[in-house]
């Protein structure tokens, strides 16, 4: 079953204009997608992934997913730029009734069992999509037998469509469709809705902000890092991959503890980026190439706590995270030096200067974005990238019929820096998805990396 989304919704909807504007953060994502397809010959994609278990409505889902196509144009639209020049926009009025594409596909003759996961969903991550035809978003359903059969369900988007915390709320606000509890068009994705940081009015003023998230991007470079794949070169063919490091309930009682007693209730995702630093560190020290620093750069999703958020667009900021590598060598210093740091980056409000940055930078060529945010760090991008999505899709335990066994995220990752951690929380396990250029790291050091992971979670080193 190979369907496109054609379907019209029955309910009043908004009266868009032809053009919407990306966000800054969607021209950075946007910048790395150019990058990315010249480069690497792929897409800068992002994918959920939905273990369920029996009883997924492959129709409903199709019918559903062709309506909120229909009432959300922005899942089909080109994204363009006006003669090549000014800010690139969704062009609404240009819609490809072809995407977003759903298809259920035949059980594999394998007859692929648990914990198995399909190798077209590896596969997805490393194709070429076209954001100027409105090629945004694809989703696979594939059969499982085995012992515990049921459907796996990936959602595979341009990243720029989707955060990682729209990206759930997407999945959750069309379970909310089908139980005929949300409206057509998320309250905060109408054309009336106000952005979530209001810059100032004066042109100085913003010019000001970018200017100062800029030399802060250049001091990076002062102490050099180095990531597992090393710094970016000139053609190189993205492969990407990944594993999932599955938690118990118990070990991840232990962990969210240790968490909340060792960075504090309120950033947990410190210690997540902690032990991230620590797994990369244990391979890098072992080649012998442990560089000055650790950059990694930390999304801040600017949705209001607590309120209705946007569901489609990049709603996020940056916070770069710099650590001495020697640091890294203690879980408890290092853990102070990341807080510290981020106590910084709050008083010297970089997350407003990065939104007011990257605004700035959506009227710059696409090439120039992506190579200046290299040159910082001659060549490298970041250490590693990192995500933090705590309770998964809100809670989310049943899709369209089917119980929710397991989910998780696989961010899109260049072929340098090579390497991503997400941290999700999906009802009451952790998974840590790792995503990795195929050959950036051997076997032996997979199996450094997941012990030292594994180890600095639990403290059961």
Same mark, same amino acid.
């Given at each position: 079953?190979?369907?496109?989304? %054609? ?8 009266? =868009? ?6 966000? &800054? ?35 409903? /889902? ?44 035949? !059980? ?14 590896? *596969? ?22 085995? *012992? ?8 595979? =988007?341009?990243? @720029? ?31 009336? %809705? ?10 100085? *003023?913003?010019?000001? @902000? ?6 802060? @991007? ?17 053609? $190189? ?45 244990? $391979? ?20 209001? +706590? ?13 916070? =770069? ?17 990341? +807080? ?31 190579? @200046?945010?290299?040159? !910082? ?22 899709? /369209? ?11 899109? $990752?260049?072929?340098?820096? &090579? ?39 639990? &403290?059961?080193?």
């Amino acid at each position: 079953m190979s369907t496109s989304a %054609s379907a019209r919704p029955s309910e009043p909807l908004p009266q =868009w204009g032809p053009r919407l504007p990306l966000t &800054g953060a969607d021209g950075f994502l946007r910048a790395f997608d150019v990058d990315t397809r010249r480069r690497n010959a792929a897409s800068h994609l992002a994918q959920l992934v939905l273990r369920l278990g029996p009883g997924f409505d492959a129709d409903a /889902f199709q019918t559903l997913l062709a309506e909120t196509a229909a009432a959300n144009p922005i899942l089909r639209a080109p994204i363009l730029r006006r003669l090549t020049v000014g800010t690139p926009c969704y062009r609404l009025d240009r819609s490809n009734p072809a995407w977003p594409s759903f298809t259920l596909h035949p !059980a594999p003759p394998d007859g692929a069992a648990w914990p198995a996961l399909p190798a077209l969903f590896h *596969e997805r991550l490393n194709e070429v999509r076209s954001s100027r035809h409105g090629e945004l978003l694809r989703v696979d359903a594939v059969p499982r037998g085995g *012992e515990r059969p049921g459907t796996d369900l990936a959602f595979t =988007w341009l990243h @720029m469509l989707l955060d990682g915390a729209g990206s759930e709320r997407f999945v959750s606000f069309l379970e909310e469709r089908r139980r005929g509890l949300a409206p057509a068009v998320p309250p905060a994705d109408r054309p009336e %809705s106000p952005p979530e940081v209001a810059l100032p009015a004066l042109a100085s *003023e913003r010019g000001a @902000m970018a200017m100062r998230w800029q030399r802060g @991007m250049q001091g990076l470079g002062a102490l050099p890092t180095r990531s597992l794949a090393g710094p970016a070169r000139r053609r $190189v063919r993205q492969a990407l991959v990944y594993d999932v490091h599955g938690f118990s309930p118990e070990e991840t009682t232990g962990i969210v503890g240790r968490a909340a007693s060792q960075a504090g209730f309120l950033t947990p995702m410190l210690f997540y980026v902690a032990a991230a630093i620590r797994a990369h560190d244990a $391979v890098l020290r072992a080649r012998g190439s442990v560089p000055e620093s650790y950059v990694v750069p930390l999304p801040v999703d600017l949705r209001p +706590k607590g309120g209705e958020g946007g569901v489609f667009r990049t709603r996020v900021s940056m916070i =770069w995270l710099q650590v001495r590598a020697e640091r890294a060598r203690d879980l408890a210093t290092l853990l102070e030096d990341l +807080k510290a740091v981020r106590r910084q980056a709050i008083r010297e409000r970089q997350v407003e200067n990065g939104v007011a940055a990257m605004a700035y930078a959506l009227r710059a060529p696409a090439w120039l974005y992506a190579r @200046m945010t290299r040159r !910082a760090l001659h060549g490298e991008l970041c250490t590693f990238f990192f995500g933090y999505t705590a309770a998964f899709c809100g809670g989310l335990d049943r899709f /369209f019929g089917a119980e929710l066994i397991d989910g998780f995220h696989a961010p899109s $990752v260049p072929p340098s820096p &090579g390497s991503g951690l997400v941290f999700s929380l999906v009802g009451d396990r952790l998974n840590v998805t790792h995503v990795r250029q195929r050959g950036v790291v051997s076997e032996d050091e997979l199996a450094r990396f997941g012990d030292a992971l594994r180890s600095d979670l639990t &403290g059961l080193g």
